[in-house]
């Protein structure tokens, strides 16, 4: 179903653990060849061809270094991510603008880079991580402000870059087991599982999965769509 994936070009951020590296684990399966960024080593290397680059998606500079660096870009999964969780009266400015840089700015940013790229080739697959915290959580007055930032952005570019052959989509996962959701405390994390209907979180390949239909031409004709996966949460 993904043979188109063979020998694509992918860049990933935030692609040394969890979703990212999970991402990239799929990539490689299917033939493609995956820039993985981000400010840590991978967690572990992946099978296939990879290549790590250190980029701290807030930093332009940085940036602007290593797409120097990569000629060519198929698709770009724009994942880093950061938690600063707190309350609306004890969130401090720092928590909120760690969040927004990372997850909005840093998306921004790297789209600004690398959707250059796909201009030229006239063809290109951008695909942004929002969440279901984009319509509100407890907690996360920076995470759902950046996550439903995100939205906004994706709408706005897939009615920019469609002239160029390039299609915008967002993934909105729920709870999904990795380290950043390990970080939650044992007894909330419990009472979100009782919530999903699955009573179960989802697991990292089944974003993977989400991720390369949403890179390959078996998606090619959507666009400025956000794809829920979450167990059924919202119901
Ligand atoms: N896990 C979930 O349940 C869940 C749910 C909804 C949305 N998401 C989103 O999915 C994405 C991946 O989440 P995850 O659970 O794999 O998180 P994670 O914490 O396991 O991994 C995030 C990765 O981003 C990297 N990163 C952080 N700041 C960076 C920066 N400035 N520049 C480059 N890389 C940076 C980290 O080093 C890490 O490798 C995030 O955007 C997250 O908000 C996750």
Redesign the pocket.
Known sequence: MFDDLKNKHIVI??A?????LAMAQKFTSHGALVAM????EPKQKPEGKTMFFH????NKKNIEEVAAKIQNVDVLVN????LRDASLFKMTEEQFDQVLN??TK?AFLMTQAFAAKMKEAKSGSIIN?S???SQGNFGQTNYACA?AGIIGMTKTWALELSRYNIRVNAIA????E????ASIPEDIRKSMVEKIPFKRMGTPAEIAHLTTFLASQASSYIQGQVIHINGGYYL
């Open positions: 951020t935030g040394s653990q969890g979703l990212g960024l981000d400010i840590h980029c701290d998606v807030t994942n880093a991510g950061i990372v997850h840093g991580l969440s279901v915290a996550k996962p729920g709870l999904i990795t380290e950043m959701t």
